[in-house]
Nanobody, 127 residues
């Protein structure tokens, strides 16, 4: 049974920073692609970024240059460092994991390949 548990959300003023954590248990963490998604009020869940088995990272244009994803394989944890936060970054943030491989990069920008999801953590950025 794979479980993902997120932490680190909260309220922060615009321009501030937060670091989200996602701890995964149950399987070999290093073999997973780990994605971050977010869902703002009234909107569909959207891709934020991902980190693959090799440590390569990819980001949505809206967060590129401000957000950084990293992973600690020894502690089975992935991080989302968010800097220069904007009110439009307000959302529930989810981490997700998949062991599926062999697909194009763009496939992993969708929710489809991710088999495991965390419960979500609220991030609120005040103006």
């Amino acid at each position: 049974q794979v479980q993902l548990v997120e932490s680190g959300g909260g309220l922060v003023p615009a321009g501030g920073s937060l670091r989200l954590s996602c701890a995964i248990s149950g399987r070999t963490f290093s073999s997973y692609v780990m994605g971050w998604f977010r869902q703002a009020p009234g909107k569909e869940r959207a891709f934020v970024g991902l980190i693959n088995w090799s440590g390569n990272t990819y980001y949505a244009d809206a967060v590129k240059g401000r957000f950084t994803i990293s992973r600690d394989n020894a502690n089975n944890t992935v991080y989302l460092q968010m800097n220069s936060l904007k009110p439009e970054d307000t959302a529930v943030y989810y981490c997700a994991a998949t062991a599926r491989s062999g697909y194009s990069r763009g496939y992993y920008y969708t929710e489809t390949p991710y088999d495991y999801w965390g419960q979500g953590t609220q991030v609120t950025v005040s103006a």
